[in-house]
T-cell receptor, first 114, second 113 residues
Framework: DAGVTQSPTHLIKTRGQQVTLRCSPK?????VSWYQQALGQGPQFIFQ???????QRGNFPDRFSGHQFPNYSSELNVNALLLGDSALYLC?????????????FGPGTRLTVL | AQSVTQLGSHVSVSEGALVLLRCNYS??????LFWYVQYPNQGLQLLLK??????LVKGINGFEAEFKKSETSFHLTKPSAHMSDAAEYFC???????????FGKGTRLSVIA
């Protein structure tokens, strides 16, 4: 049973560019959340997708947007990249409903903005 | 708003010694509590969770944690440290299933031979 997968593993961009990160949830999971982990910090919640809609959002600017596809996979898009966007971006998936109380994380995408 | 405080950004123990990583939380509703471990250049792996069942929770790799409501704590322990336990440990809280996790800043555990 494949766990949560993310691509790419690493990415280098320059300021002002746009980036798209991808996530495939664990089998049987329909809810996907994205987190940003800056160096030396704990992960911070960006947003959560369920049924192809953004269900909840953390304190991140509109430059951060996302999408969920019918197969439950998800994308995170960041526009107008800033140096401060350099971080490890983590995707987590879980099952919706009473049985879904645990988020499982992927290996992350390391984004470096130069 | 929920929050998590992890006391000690770095803990160092000898191999075979007790591991104790501290976590205190703040929540206006009965919390769900989690411990995750992160090895270098990897994602987060779930160690254990508390979701209002037994207050003493056993997880993987010999770790356990006890939920103490009166102390708003959820400390992580392991009786005997192993070299392979060296990693970053994160405590997290959420209100319920399918709600965002709020993480602490993490505690780096070093194990000395």
């Amino acid at each position: 049973d494949a766990g949560v997968t993310q691509s790419p593993t690493h990415l280098i961009k320059t300021r002002g560019q746009q980036v798209t990160l991808r996530c495939s949830p664990k089998s049987g999971h329909d809810t996907v959340s994205w987190y940003q982990q800056a160096l030396g910090q704990g992960p911070q919640f960006i947003f959560q997708y369920y049924e192809e809609e953004e269900r909840q959002r953390g304190n991140f600017p509109d430059r951060f947007s996302g999408h969920q596809f019918p197969n439950y996979s998800s994308e995170l898009n960041v526009n107008a990249l800033l140096l401060g966007d350099s971080a490890l971006y983590l995707c987590a998936s879980e099952a919706d409903g009473p049985g879904g109380d645990t988020q499982y994380f992927g290996p992350g995408t390391r984004l470096t903005v130069l | 708003a929920q929050s998590v405080t992890q006391l000690g950004s770095h803990v160092s123990v000898s191999e075979g010694a007790l591991v104790l990583l501290r976590c205190n939380y703040s929540s206006s509703v009965p919390p769900y509590l989690f411990w995750y471990v992160q090895y270098p250049n990897q994602g987060l792996q779930l160690l254990l969770k508390y979701t209002s069942a037994a207050t003493l929770v056993k997880g993987i790799n010999g770790f356990e944690a006890e939920f103490k409501k009166s102390e708003t704590s959820f400390h992580l322990t392991k009786p005997s440290a192993h070299m392979s336990d060296a990693a970053e440990y994160f405590c997290a809280v959420s209100e319920a299933g399918n709600t965002p996790l709020v993480f602490g800043k993490g505690t780096r555990l070093s194990v000395i031979a």
